[in-house]
């Protein structure tokens, strides 16, 4: 007879994931159990369309109870645990799918890994993975135990552990998603009172360093840490955890040595714990000893991803570690390592491309002539419009802009956008081309990139003597509903023709710590000083003069650097050290050239 699974969930105000959540498993379930625990929004409702038997649950503040709840109304054969803000990809579904038709060990609690992502966005490169237990026998006595961060357990504790490759994609810790729930808070409260009732709990603590390092409590994570860790035992579930996270928390303080000693102590337990090596290859980093840097990334190589128990960040074994290389290669001059190993960081994560950014910046380094850089970056791209229009980017990013401009020429097949036409001005204004600059078609106000486009006309204007045409643009647009940023950039525009005509300014800024206008500021200079205009740019720098901002001969000083005037940079940025006091490490180390 085949086997059959009930999904169980428990659910809040899921609105916005259940549905993706349900869609994502919705063919390979036989049942949905939801135990809604209070929701105002249609999460109820949603459940309902994809059949789903909802059952209310008073929440108790204690998630067991609820997990618990929603086991008892399962009728199905097995149970598989899911969280309305997570989702099963399509080849992780067949994956289940394979697993489930095979000989299942009915003793067993199968674990799942759990991918996480954090920050403000779904990125590959920014999450973290845990294997989770997620499938399990129907009436066996596995029941969850814990008021938050719940373990299932066994009333007869002699279940077998299987990990299988299937990955669950967690969504409950980017920024939106902690925002909108007050996740740390509600998690917070509940941890303390299960701390004052247990406070030797080692389990408890580590949770509770946890939400502190999340909420940015660093010092006080590290105090729960410290008691987690206390008479530490290796074979503890979240063992290898704890020690990562001393680790990475001693490290965000700048305590290299105590988190190098952890990574040390972790390594004696955990020999093919592959963070760990990484991590000590980032402290070494920090520290500038490059040596012991290649050989704890080699190490990471060497043993490669870590087995699911022992894996907390994906790439370490793989991409990151060659990316790492490829940096430090780099910073070392030795290119031809450097590229060797960012090839090979593309090679490991399909989807990396971050290398290629790279890439092209160690060639330039080189001063390979254009046509041969052009020729090496192309190995790496295919002839398709998104990959033309990729390579515009790349080669507009290292100042290749002839190079960019032909490969937006490349990108057949489509209707250039009008955000791509800006990038056309963009490209031809800093290659001195000011009258196809100034010919280009007129953009409605509404288009994206509308004011920075009038820029670059008057920029044209301004550069080959003729303000009054540029007066006539900003008369011409001096009644068009513009805000935000555009509005800046008008208004920088405005101050700018004013200073070429000599007539009266105004400023522009009061705020100190206002950065859009003076990143407007910097990109007039840059295609002045790119265009090698410099009595042009003696008239143009006046602009710092109208906003308060004290960084302006901080960046103007990285501008001639990055622009190849090295002593005209150094100036720059002692004034800005003895009139402001201001300065950063990218400064300092200009001033050591």
Known sequence: MKNEISLCMIVKNEEEYLPRCLNSVKDIVDEIIVVDTGSTDRTIEIAKEFNAKVYSFQWSNNFSEARNESLKHATKDWILILDADEEIYKEDQELFITLFNSELDENAIYNFEGVSYSGNYIDENNKTVNLNPRLFKNNMGIHYESAIHNQLVSSENNYNVICEDVKIHHYGYLNERIISTDKRNRNLTILKEQFKENPNDKFICFNLGNEYAALGDLKKALEFYYKAYDKFEPNTGYGFALVIRMVYTHYTLGEYYEALNLSDEGIKYYPYCTDLHFFKAEIFKALRKPTLQIKALQKCIEIGEAPANLKFFSGTGGFKAYYELGNVCSELR???GAYNYYVEAMKAEAGF????????????????KVNEVQEIIKR???????????????????????????CLGRCRGITLTDEMKAFKLKCLIRIGNYEECIAAD????????????????????????????????????RDTPIYGYDKKVIEVCRQLV????????????????????????????EIILINRKYDELAVAVNLANLVDNRFALLELGKLYYRNGYIEI???????????FEIYDNEGLDILKI
């Open 442 to 477: 007129n953009f409605n106000e509404e288009t994206k990139g509308y004011s920075e486009c009038l820029m670059y006309k008057i920029i044209s204007y301004i550069l080959i003597g003729k303000c009054d045409k540029a007066k006539v643009i900003l008369d011409t647009n």
């Open 353 to 368: 491309i971050t290398p290629i950014y790279d890439i092209i910046h160690i060639l330039k380094l080189q001063s390979l």
């Open 380 to 406: 790496f791209f295919s002839d398709s419009s998104e990959d033309c229009s990729m390579m515009t980017q790349l080669f507009f990013k290292e100042g290749y802009y002839e190079a960019a401009l032909e």
């Open 569 to 579: 940079a150094k100036r720059e940025i002692l004034r800005s050290i003895k009139e």
């Open 334 to 336: 030795d290119y031809e």
């Open 498 to 525: 004013n200073l070429f005509t000599k007539e009266p300014t105004s400023t522009i800024s009061k705020d100190e710590n206002e950065t859009e206008y003076m990143n407007i500021i910097l990109e007039v200079w």
